[in-house]
């Protein structure tokens, strides 16, 4: 299992992490399945 923390710049905004989820995704070696996102905090959410 791998983290990704973002850090926002102000308290609403978009933060694309495609580049850090397609980069986990290639060191975990994994070729076919599934990527499990989660998001643990309260008021934000995840838009795929």
């Given at each position: 299992m791998e983290?990704?923390?973002v850090r926002t710049r102000s308290?609403?905004?978009l933060e694309d992490i495609t580049?850090?989820?397609n980069e986990a995704v290639r060191r975990s070696g994994?070729?076919?399945g599934i990527c499990h996102l989660?998001?643990?905090h309260t008021t934000?959410?995840?838009v795929i």
């Open positions: 983290q990704i923390r308290p609403q905004c580049r850090q989820v994994v070729e076919e989660f998001v643990p934000a959410g995840l």
